[in-house]
């Protein structure tokens, strides 16, 4: 099974951008599908960005359009491209696939 680890979040200020990492324990190329997702205190788990092994991308409304995913596949690593943040964007934001999870990153939008 896959082991992630996220990294790149902290504390930015509304308008600002941050750039989230998820390193797997092996090669992503065969893994069809790695997605992000956040949760927000008191809220549940969502959805907030997928790629596939083909580079097709999807994301959820609210941040269509101000976070890309990508992927590097030589570092095994999935980013999240996070711009134009809001406060709403307050999160812990967690990397899956395999149905493997990360330990999550907290990202706070702040000012």
């Known amino acids: 099974q896959v082991q992630l680890v996220e990294s790149g979040g902290g504390l930015v200020e509304p308008g600002g951008s941050l750039r989230l990492s998820c390193e797997a324990s092996?090669?992503?190329?065969?893994?069809?599908?790695m997605r992000w997702y956040r949760q927000a205190p008191g809220k549940e788990r969502e959805f907030v960005a997928w790629?596939?092994?083909?580079?097709?991308?999807n994301y959820a409304g609210a941040v269509e359009g101000r976070f890309t995913i990508s992927t590097n596949n030589a570092k095994n690593t999935v980013y999240l491209q996070m711009n134009s943040l809001k406060r709403e964007d307050t999160a812990v934001y967690y990397c899956?696939?395999?149905?493997?999870w990360g330990q999550g990153t907290q990202v706070t939008v702040s000012s």
């Open positions: 899956n696939g395999q149905k493997s």
């Open positions: 092996r090669s992503i190329s065969s893994i069809y599908v």
């Open positions: 790629i596939d092994s083909g580079g097709i991308t």
